[in-house]
């Protein structure tokens, strides 16, 4: 079984940067890892996602040049830094993993995930 736990959420002010952090418990060296997000009132998005090795990752248009998304497999963790945000990156974040070890959009092949963490971009 696997447990995701995500941290570094915040309020933070448009152009600012935070970083997330999603610790994973169990096994998952050979997972792939995705960050969804979802706003008040829309559907939960994908956001970005590494592969097992790390060597390949994939973002949405939106976020591309501004957000990294990286992991550390000795220290099962996965980060998202972001950077210049903007008020329409608030959202909860969501951090998930996936069994398979490519990279993965569909938020249905995901198998577990974290319960998230708030950020907020004020203008």
């Known amino acids: 079984q696997v447990q995701l736990v995500e941290s570094g959420g915040g309020l933070v002010q448009a152009g600012g940067s935070l970083r997330l952090s999603c610790a994973a418990s169990g096994r998952t060296f050979r997972y792939a890892m995705g960050w969804f997000r979802q706003a008040p009132g829309k559907e939960r998005e994908f956001v970005a996602a590494i592969t097992w090795n790390g060597l390949s990752t994939k973002y949405t248009n939106s976020v591309k040049g501004r957000f990294t998304i990286s992991r550390d497999n000795a220290k099962n963790t996965v980060s998202l830094q972001m950077n210049s945000l903007k008020p329409e990156d608030t959202a909860v974040y969501y951090c998930?993993?996936?069994?398979?070890?490519?990279?993965?959009?569909?938020?249905?092949?995901?198998?577990?995930w974290g319960q998230g963490t708030q950020v907020t971009v004020s203008s």
């Open positions: 998930a993993a996936d069994q398979s070890s490519g990279l993965v959009v569909l938020m249905s092949a995901y198998d577990y």
